[in-house]
């Protein structure tokens, strides 16, 4: 009888995910099974051209420097968005999650999600219009100022972290807020009556609490911002060539897919690897 009863509810679950998996299937690995097989063709297998298996796409990434470089400036980019993103969306979160209620946490929920209920090229050409010189920021600031200023932050390195901080701020914000708020009050209220500082607190009890959500918003935003393209190529013109640039270029401007696949793959690969080196040291700091 309770063999039945296993066996049902093993019926109910797999009937209840297969809709999701499914879809991962479709969506996710099918897409990814044919860039693989892509990645090892010497050109794309359309029209009339002539194509063979090859490694050479990969062998490529090796003989030229010039790809290295790119993906390690790649992933110094992610680690400036993560760590900028965690800086300003941790406080917002423990806000919301302590210190706010009612209906202003609504509001405020409102506004960190906005980004979400707007297209991402809007979003950029809006940073666009705020940071080029004469733009908003610079003339809201001479206004204000009784001393004139030139701001003008286009096509650099902070008006690309600023546009990629914006759009993947609430990440990190949701998944702390969520954490923090499973964080029982009681016991910020012990660790005060025990004589506990506001630093001690947050250094003993808040961050140890709340760091597995913390740590998943930051994998949440380091993973898309390394290959990201959309905001360095707008925001940083020429000094946002990236890796995720060249990936972009590949299909779009060049039309060497294979290459392009190869590339994206060597990328994937890279980002597990940094998060599989990093996954007992996230782990060792969570206990």
Known sequence: MSMTLANQQRIKIFSLLSPAYLWLTVAIFLPLSAMFYFSF??????????????????????????YAKLLWKSIKLGLMVTGCAVLVGFPCAYV?????????????????????????????????IVLRGN?????????????????????STPAIVIGLVHSYLPYVILTSYLALQAIDDNLIDAARSMGANKLTILWRIILPLSLPGLLAGAVLIFVPVVGSFMEPRILGGRVGTYFGTVIEDQFVAVFNWPLGA??????????????????????RAQT
């Not at 733009?135 to 004139?148: C, D, H, K, Q, R």
């Not at 190869?262 to 782990?283: E, T």
């Open 262 to 283: 190869a590339l994206s793959f060597i990328l994937l690969a890279v980002v597990l690897i940094i998060l599989a080196v990093a996954s007992p040291i996230l782990k």
């Open 135 to 155: 733009g908003v920021l610079e003339i809201a600031l001479n206004t204000i100022l009784p001393f004139e200023v030139d701001v003008n932050l286009m096509f």
């Open 96 to 128: 919301l999650a302590k210190s706010i209620q009612g209906r202003s946490r609504e509001a405020l929920f409102l506004l960190v999600i906005l980004p979400f209920w707007s297209n991402s090229l809007v979003r950029i050409f809006s940073w666009a």
């Open 41 to 66: 063709l010497s050109d794309v297998p359309f029209g009339q051209k002539e194509w063979f298996y090859s490694t050479e796409n990969y062998e490529a990434f090796f003989q030229t420097t010039t």
